[in-house]
């Protein structure tokens, strides 16, 4: 078999087996709100109860030195405009694991100490939003993480489907587990 009829099997193996996850992950995967109307793609959630206040979250999740903290390890985020955070702060993240991925955000939305919203501006996730929505639930906190995107392309698309989904539930689940490690540490410590 030729180097071209090879190719074009694989593209048509891949094309068949995206149209398979596409069909039967979408409604998995897909959250209908109307908190998100106006915004394009999957809506990608995760939700974690702390025991702290919207306060400590919120300055955990606005300092830079803080943030580093939560991430998991392979995970580099720097802040890339001087402090105060705020909205026009620019957002570098390298995921340096089996593979790499990089991207920016622009801080959009900043209201203490409810919710930050921010937005893709290039990489994997260009064009998406990065919402966390802080709320008080009696003596706990619901912190509650979203993207919203759309994966531009079939290559994108196939590799958010059968890959860089999971790896992003795994990371986010990850830092809510370490959010929840360090705000729920005695101030002392």
Known sequence: MSSIS?????????LFLFFLFSQACSS????????????????NQHTRLIQASRERIFQILTSEDSF??????????TFET???YRAGTLVRT??????????NTRVEEVSPPSK?????LEGF??????????????????????IIFKPIGILRSL????????????MIEAVLANLQRVSERHPTE
Request: charged share 30%; glycine share 6%; proline share 5%.
């Open 94 to 103: 390298k995921i340096a694991h089996i593979f790499e991925l990089e991207w």
């Open 6 to 14: 090879s190719q074009r099997v694989f593209c048509l193996q891949a």
């Open 125 to 146: 996730f260009a064009g998406g939003t990065e919402i966390w929505e802080i709320e008080s639930l009696g003596k706990k906190t619901q912190v509650t993480h979203t």
């Open 82 to 84: 001087p402090p105060p």
């Open 116 to 120: 930050i919203r921010l937005h893709f």
């Open 28 to 43: 998995k995967y897909t959250l209908e709100s109307s908190d998100y109307r106006g915004y394009e793609g999957e809506i």
């Open 159 to 170: 590799a958010w489907a059968l890959k860089v989904r999971t790896k992003h539930d795994k």
């Open 68 to 77: 580093r903290e939560i991430c998991p390890k392979g995970t580099i985020v």
